[in-house]
């Protein structure tokens, strides 16, 4: 039988976010300038799929995050 405490943490390591979500590198995160434009584009990006991101991938300090 799975625990509330295993199964809470088999969520939370599928649902990897992206690590600048917390404090975004620049202005131009998708969650900073969060408005009808770029909703989108945060909820696929800022989610499981921040590596696909070409602001993850241009900021320079993505390489400390690996």
């Not at 009808?36 to 921040?50: D, E």
Request: aromatic content about 10%; charged content about 25%; glycine content about 4%.
């Amino acid at each position: 039988m799975v625990t509330m405490m295993e199964n809470k943490t088999n969520v939370d390591s599928e649902m990897r976010l992206c690590p600048y979500l917390k404090k975004p590198p620049t202005d131009q995160c998708y969650c900073v300038k969060l408005d009808s434009g770029s909703v989108n584009g945060m909820l696929y990006y800022c989610g499981r799929n921040f590596h696909e991101c070409e602001i993850y991938k241009s900021c320079s300090c993505t390489r400390d995050l690996k």
